[in-house]
């Protein structure tokens, strides 16, 4: 957590994680252009349905880049993680094929079949950790918008420590984010084996579009933290006016369609946190902006949930037909 009793700057650590991000991506988009997927003889319907899927996730706009603060929009992130589920399915269908099964055999001694094991376990702890993220988020959003439910906009004290105890979630959910990531370039850098086995070939491309996938829901959970635990009550005042125009500079910068759904409720928190320090009043529309962007943000994180649920089941099936295939 950010010491707020010094000049420490609180977009630091979004920073470090964008450079991290920016830098994997780089490396597995450029690897998308020299690798093709191609099966050997007549092709099956579920390998031909791996291409179109592989094809679709790779020409999906990139969600940032690296000279701008540009999040992945919310409904590009809500479309990309539907899609490596479909992609996961087709695998499955891919490794039921008797001839599937009698190839991967014939290549278990192949260390490019040790790569994917591998990584198949580290893929199932980066989608169980990012569910947990996410799971963290939607209870941090429920205990909020329970808060709001028991208290008027007049009970500052409990309104603001309900936003308090958001914003250490959000700030403890940014760190996971750095330790997830780390596990996910050990994934990236791995990932490419120059096997001439094509079943093997397919395998490790779609490892690649799920290191990218990864990136880019990470991207848009690492959103920077806007919000800060409440400082010493001898400084609040200050130190409200400074995070005020922090806010209204980050999103004088950025358009609305561009903000993430966790970078909107900072914002309407910010906004509802600073509202006694107006005179101008406005506070019940203020809150009500606030439970209104919860509410998206909890609905699409559900989304997130469900998609990432379905993503780790496939993970754990295929990892289960890998070793079946390898062994038998």
Request: charged share 25%; hydrophobic share 35%; glycine share 4%.
């Amino acid at each position: 957590m950010l010491d707020h009793n010094t000049n420490t700057n609180p977009f630091m650590n979004f920073y470090s994680i964008r450079r991290m991000i920016t830098l994997s991506s780089s490396r597995s988009l450029n690897r998308y252009h020299v690798r093709s997927v191609s099966f050997p003889g007549r092709s099956h319907p579920c390998t031909n349905k791996i291409e179109q899927v592989l094809n679709k996730i790779k020409t999906w706009d990139s969600p940032f880049s690296s000279s701008s603060l540009s999040f992945p929009k919310p409904e590009k992130v809500y479309e990309l993680l539907p899609m490596l589920v479909e992609l996961y399915e087709c695998i499955e269908q891919l490794l039921a094929l008797p001839i599937t099964q009698s190839h991967l055999f014939h290549h278990h001694q192949d260390t490019s079949v040790d790569g994917l094991l591998e990584g198949s376990v580290r893929f199932i702890d980066i989608c169980s950790s990012t569910r947990e993220m996410v799971v963290m988020s939607k209870e941090a959003i429920h205990e909020l918008q329970s808060v709001f439910r028991r208290n008027k906009v007049g009970d500052h004290l409990n309104i603001e420590s309900g936003i308090d105890s958001y914003a250490r979630s959000r700030r403890k959910m940014h760190k996971e984010i750095e330790k997830t990531l780390t596990v996910l370039k050990q994934v990236d850098d791995g990932a490419v084996s120059h096997s001439d086995s094509p079943i093997i070939r397919v395998l490790e491309e779609a490892s690649l579009v799920s290191v990218s996938t990864f990136e880019s829901l990470l991207m848009f959970l690492s959103s920077v933290p806007l919000l800060k635990p409440k400082p010493s009550r001898w400084s609040l005042a200050s130190k409200l006016m400074r995070q005020k125009g922090a806010l209204t500079n980050y999103h004088h910068g950025k358009k609305d369609n561009n903000l993430s759904d966790m970078e909107k409720v900072d914002l309407a928190l910010g906004d509802l946190r600073l509202h006694k320090c107006d005179k101008e009043g406005g506070g019940a529309e203020k809150l009500e902006l606030a439970q209104r962007r919860l509410e998206t943000l909890d609905i699409n994180s559900e989304i997130l949930e469900h998609g990432l649920e379905e993503l780790f089941k496939h993970m754990i099936r295929i990892r289960v037909s890998l070793l079946n295939h390898i062994s038998e």
